[in-house]
């Protein structure tokens, strides 16, 4: 299959393209609509009207809670699991000690 697999690789020649087209078709194009979206509004004065409407305001605070509180949460439990591994001796030490290590390996 020549031209299929480069030399010393064995993906495809077309997974690369692929890949960077659908990072654009999901990424870039949304935000830059948003974008175009937000200079239009600009442009035609209805900022005003749009940082003047509760919801709006409404969306930012409880957006803020909850990443402020899922913060909170999970730097609690990390910590709690930190101080039971390292301090204490409890069966299994070695096994959970991988577990919680696993997600930062697995980058394939």
């Keep these: 299959m020549r031209g299929y697999v480069r030399p010393g690789n064995s993906q495809p020649v077309w997974l690369f393209p692929f890949i960077v087209i659908i990072v654009l078709i999901l990424s870039v ?3 830059a609509r948003l974008a ?3 200079l ?3 442009a035609n004065g209805g900022v005003g009207a749009v940082l003047g409407d509760p919801a709006l305001w409404s969306a930012t605070y409880y957006t803020l809670v909850t990443a402020v509180l899922g913060t909170l949460i999970s730097l609690a439990v ?3 699991f930190a101080f039971l ?3 204490t001796d409890i069966c299994g030490k070695g096994a959970l000690s991988f577990l919680f290590v696993l997600p930062m390996m697995s980058r394939r």
Excluded: S
């Design 29 to 31: 194009l949304p935000v």
């Design 36 to 38: 175009t979206t937000g």
């Design 40 to 42: 239009a509004a600009l």
């Design 78 to 80: 990390g910590c709690a």
């Design 85 to 87: 591994l390292t301090l």
